[in-house]
């Protein structure tokens, strides 16, 4: 069955520290891979997406990703976070067989100590 | 985006009732879901709900447990039927935008349901 596995249920990072989020999806054919954030209180919304094209995709608010099609995967990262990056991150992937279902890792929940 | 707005936001019902969450879009949309997102677990689909037919089931939820409405392009409910402390959960609406969005899904902000 396809699935999304998030490394980290959680992570406690100081300001300005750097930011890995690893994501691993299983699922043989081509997928449009997602990041979506859910800040404290909010709606969960889209951080950034891979369609195709350059595997490094820039999202909102200095984060990027880089998709690694031989290992299955699409970290997350922020050289450089701030307190307002204290939210939860979900990795998604959506098979593209023409169909919407998207898959949605465990999420990872970022503290980030001021 | 579309704008979603779930109601109730959230609620606490007892064993056995049943409970309607309500998901209104702002546009017409093509595509709309109900998802599910546990304690501590992550957002699993339940369906699709179509416009004018019947939803389309995911493995694992049916129609009985879980019927849902869609009467138009705007508008979709999602019913807990017959509740149980294991559906305590929060539920979410969610459209998928085509275009320069091709594909991205906008979320509503959730009912978080409660069971005794």
């Known amino acids: 069955a396809q699935s999304v596995s998030q490394h980290n249920h959680h992570v406690i990072l100081s300001e300005a520290a750097s930011l890995e989020l690893g994501c691993n999806y299983s699922?043989?054919?081509?997928?449009?891979l997602f990041w979506y954030v859910q800040y404290p209180g909010q709606h969960l919304q889209l951080l950034l997406k891979y369609f195709s094209g350059d595997p490094l995709v820039k999202g909102i608010k200095g984060f990027e990703a880089e998709f690694i099609k031989s290992k299955f995967s699409f970290n997350l990262r922020k050289p450089s976070v701030q307190w307002s990056d204290t939210a939860e991150y979900f990795c998604a992937v959506r098979p593209n067989t023409g169909g919407f279902k998207t898959i949605f890792g465990a999420g990872t929940r970022l503290f980030v100590k001021a | 985006s579309a704008v979603i707005s779930q109601k109730p936001s959230r609620d606490i019902c007892q064993r056995g009732t049943s409970l309607t969450i309500q998901c209104q879009v702002d546009s017409q949309v093509t595509m709309m879901f109900w998802y599910r997102q546990q304690p501590g677990q992550s957002l699993t689909l339940i369906a699709t709900a179509n416009q004018g037919s019947e939803a389309t089931y995911e493995s694992g939820f049916v129609i009985d447990k879980f019927p849902i409405s869609r009467p138009n392009l705007t508008f979709s409910t999602l019913t807990v039927s017959n509740m149980s402390p294991e559906d305590s959960s929060i539920y979410l609406c969610s459209v998928a935008s085509r275009g320069a969005g091709a594909n991205v899904l906008t979320f509503g902000a959730g009912s978080r349901l409660t069971v005794l």
């Open positions: 699922y043989g054919g081509t997928v449009n």
